[in-house]
């Protein structure tokens, strides 16, 4: 079936160019991105995701984080704002949701997942904030693990949530075996879409974006080197981001991956097909933008 699907390719990107921000544009303008994620184990993790959602183009950009990761992460990331959250005992973030709610009704996409480590804690943390979501939400990493106990309120949001998970996630997702999933891999993607109304990118060699609707994409293009931790959590930004500035939930989704890719492509030919770190596919992201809408 994944022979079916439309490919991700040049043809594409350009009849769906993303949006462009007027010259007169400011940061408030090019969109607010709210990222909830991270902990003690992982503290570095989230900066991934938000430094991503920043190069593809996103103007401001508020985290949310465990206590303890909080300060490091505002030094090390003067761009951005860091409020730090209650934690528990495994310092995975524990809130209540009026801590949170007043910091998502000012953004304009909400990304939940990235660096936690805990599923049962993401699914709680996100279990406290989903019935008041007004704003396009990505959702990552631990957060899918237990995705199914809210399956009813994701097809209630304004508009479709953007899943990305890899192999691992997704048989969590759907129940089903890894065999029975790489067997048939744009079913999968489409059975995620139809459970939890959303738009799910299946990160692999071929990664499948499915749709509401029945539409399905593939891309096949960023190679074995993207295999390697924290490139989840870029990709994740990379939606986050896009979404923020302008484009629709699927438009950001499909030209992530692409930007996600291609960036894996050109850090395989800069550095070496293996061996290239996460944070070494940021800085290929604006210059992909730029030469494609070239």
Request: charged share 15%; aromatic share 4%.
């Amino acid at each position: 079936m994944v022979e079916s699907a439309v490919p991700l390719d040049s043809n594409w990107l350009r009849a769906n160019p993303l949006p462009v921000p007027e010259n007169d544009t400011d940061k408030n303008g090019r969109g607010r991105v709210l990222a909830i994620g991270g902990g003690r184990l992982v503290p570095g993790g989230i900066m991934l995701t938000v430094e991503a959602a920043l190069r593809a183009g996103a103007g401001k950009i508020q985290v949310a984080t465990a206590a303890s990761a909080s300060l490091a992460i505002g030094v090390a990331m003067p761009e951005i704002a860091v409020l730090g959250l209650p934690e528990n005992a495994d310092g995975e973030i524990d809130l209540e949701n009026e801590e949170i709610q007043p910091l998502i009704s000012r953004s304009d996409c909400l990304v939940v997942g990235p660096a936690m480590s805990d599923p049962i804690a993401a699914s709680v943390l996100l279990g406290r904030m989903i019935e008041q979501v007004n704003v396009q939400l990505v959702l990552d990493a631990a957060v899918l693990i237990n995705l199914k106990d809210h399956a009813s309120q994701l097809k209630l949001l304004p508009t479709p949530a953007v899943l990305t998970p890899h192999i691992g996630e997704m048989t969590a997702l759907l129940n089903w075996s890894s065999e029975a999933i790489e067997t048939d891999r744009a079913k999968a993607a489409l059975e995620v879409t139809h459970r939890y109304g959303a738009i799910c990118a299946f990160k692999g060699a071929t990664t499948v974006v499915s749709a509401p609707g029945g539409a399905l994409f593939n891309y096949a293009g960023g190679g074995v080197g993207l295999a390697t931790a924290g490139s989840g959590d870029v990709l994740a930004g990379i939606v986050a981001g896009l979404c923020a500035r302008g484009a629709d939930p699927l438009q950001a989704t499909l030209w992530a991956v692409w930007l996600h890719g291609e960036a894996g492509r050109r850090c395989a030919e800069q550095i070496g097909p293996l061996g290239f770190l996460a944070r070494e596919l940021l800085a290929q992201i604006p210059k992909l933008m730029v030469a494609r809408a070239a």
